[in-house]
């Protein structure tokens, strides 16, 4: 059973196309993440939920849009897409008040 | 920003204790220190944590200095599948939740 699941794992796509990348966790948890990882491998979170609630918003560009249908999901739309977005896009989830963070696999995007 | 320091790289021998060393002088009363792998690009994996006192799990043991000042990783019998980044994260628990990554340590076990 995988506890955090993104899909889909390789993503390639042209400039200015929208895509959208989904996670889903088994596990229960309250907190959902996306964290971005890009080539120099910095991996930087994006945006947080909370039962199904926004909570973190790292000033990301606003063509990223995710949404949380309910706690145990958590999609990223990307709108627009540019170079610059490709990277490696890794979903996570915790307990609100957790100890440790469950991460996907990433979902490796490229945009030519 | 992260707000530890770590070596860009270590070596270990197949076998041996691997001991990661972490910089935190900063750290705040109610922060907790983190730490977390990624093995090959795969998603990150916890691995321990710690406010004070020395922990120990199934994968490693954590010593954190009297001051809190810095703290050490032990990997107590080194394998190949241990090869990976291993990152050194400060948060506080009760907070934010976010983990904020530093370039961490890139650990090459060696047959």
């Known amino acids: 059973d995988t506890a955090v699941s993104q899909t889909p794992k390789y993503l390639v796509t042209q400039m200015g196309n929208d895509k959208s990348i989904k996670c889903e966790q088994n596990?229960?948890?309250?907190?959902m993440y996306w964290y971005k990882q890009d080539s120099k491998k910095f991996l930087k979170i994006m945006f947080s939920y909370n039962n199904k609630e926004l909570i973190i918003n790292e000033t990301v560009p606003n063509r990223f849009s995710p949404k949380s249908p309910d706690k145990a999901h958590l999609n990223l739309h990307i709108n627009s897409l540019e170079l610059g977005d490709s990277a490696v896009y890794f979903c996570?989830?915790?307990?609100?008040?957790?100890?440790?963070?469950?991460f996907g696999q990433g979902t490796r995007l490229t945009v030519v | 920003d992260a707000k530890t320091t770590q070596p860009p790289s270590m070596d270990c021998a197949e076998g041996r204790a691997a001991n990661l060393p972490c910089n935190h002088s900063?750290?705040?009363?109610?922060?907790?220190v983190y730490w977390y792998r990624q093995i090959h690009s795969q998603g990150p994996q916890y691995i321990i944590h710690?406010?004070?006192n020395n922990e120990t799990n199934e994968m490693a043991s954590l010593i954190i200095t009297e001051d809190r000042k810095s703290s050490t990783l032990i990997l107590p019998h080194a394998t190949l599948r241990d090869t990976a980044v291993y990152y050194c994260?400060?948060?506080?628990?009760?907070?934010?939740?976010?983990?904020?990554f530093g370039t961490g340590t890139r650990l090459t076990i060696i047959p």
């Open positions: 996570a989830s915790s307990q609100r008040v957790g100890i440790e963070a469950f």
């Open positions: 710690g406010l004070k």
């Open positions: 994260i400060v948060r506080v628990v009760f907070g934010n939740e976010k983990l904020t």
């Open positions: 596990l229960g948890h309250d907190t």
């Open positions: 900063t750290i705040s009363g109610n922060e907790y």
